[in-house]
């Protein structure tokens, strides 16, 4: 029997007049295309949903990963903190410091988050920028998560979320490429946090977290205030700047590497 195009089954499921849940499992071409209807329903064009979705397939490494990676933060803060802050790392962080003192000092000003923790983040997630940002493509990865039924309702939310990046034209198609959550840029946001918090620093009209460094630092900053950063405390664990991180990391581990790399930048400032 020949096989439906994915075409087809998008112009049939998208003259339902109300979008539908997207159901995880079952036949993959029918999920994407539901959730194609669910983009149109939130104000996505068809143009961009069919550029995005049209020849997205499964990634089954996509999955594997996933289902190990969890042993990442079962170590303890020392053996974690010693693969991830060392001296390359905290010469390169006062580097960017002083190179962007400028930006920093309006950003921490305007957010009131100290620039050694922005830094920080940054060099643990992508070695400011210089490093890894994730080398798979976004869609097929939300795409593959989202269709396994493990966390669907969440990944559905990042899949329309990556869409609504590309509608809103801050990234280009080619540029949606990321990590193996679809996390995305210098300091690897989620869709959904590139939409919430994501700043126009540089006021070029996009919010550009990949390219733009303005952009990078100042949403860093605004997802740590929106979520209850207090200027001027400390950061460290029992504190609420500790607790403003979780949106960041849940991982008591990590915020405690972010808070331990800022006060190893922060000496001498």
């Known amino acids: 029997m020949k096989e439906i195009g994915l075409g087809v089954v998008l112009s049939m499921l998208l003259v339902?007049?109300?979008?539908?849940?997207?159901?995880c499992g079952g036949d993959f071409r029918t999920f994407v295309a539901?959730?194609?209807?669910?983009?149109?329903?939130?104000?996505?064009?068809?143009?961009?949903?069919a550029s995005a979705l049209g020849d997205v397939t499964q990634d089954p490494a996509v999955l594997a990963f996933d289902r190990r990676q969890y042993g990442t933060f079962k170590k303890s803060f020392e053996q974690y903190v010693s693969t991830r802050v060392g001296a390359g790392r905290i010469n390169m962080g006062r580097s960017m410091l002083q190179r962007y003192a400028s930006l920093l000092d309006?950003?921490?000003?305007?957010?009131?988050?100290?620039?050694?923790?922005?830094?920080?983040?940054?060099?643990?997630?992508?070695?400011?920028?210089?490093?890894?940002?994730?080398?798979?493509?976004?869609?097929?990865?939300?795409?593959t998560m989202a269709h396994d039924c493990r966390r669907t309702d969440l990944f559905q939310r990042e899949l329309l979320s990556a869409l609504k990046i590309v509608q809103r034209g801050d990234l280009?198609?080619?540029d949606m490429v990321g990590a193996y959550a679809g996390e995305l840029g210098q300091t690897q946001f989620l869709p959904s946090s590139y939409?919430?918090?994501?700043?126009?620093?540089?006021?070029?009209?996009?919010?550009?977290l990949r390219h733009s460094v303005p952009d990078v630092l100042a949403s860093t900053a605004n997802l740590l205030k929106t979520n209850g950063w207090r200027a001027g405390e400390p950061y460290g664990e029992g504190t609420a700047n500790f607790e403003a991180m979780r949106e960041w990391n849940r991982a008591v581990v990590y915020r405690k590497t972010i808070a331990y790399f800022a006060d190893r930048l922060g000496q001498g400032l």
């Open 34 to 49: 539901t959730i194609s209807n669910e983009a149109a329903a939130q104000g996505i064009s068809q143009e961009v949903s």
């Open 106 to 143: 309006q950003i921490e000003r305007q957010y009131g988050v100290p620039r050694q923790i922005i830094v920080a983040i940054w060099g643990l997630e992508t070695d400011f920028g210089k490093g890894d940002m994730g080398r798979l493509p976004v869609f097929r990865v939300l795409s």
């Open 16 to 23: 339902s007049s109300s979008a539908q849940a997207a159901q």
């Open 172 to 174: 280009r198609l080619s």
């Open 195 to 208: 939409i919430k918090y994501g700043v126009d620093y540089d006021g070029d009209g996009r919010v550009d």
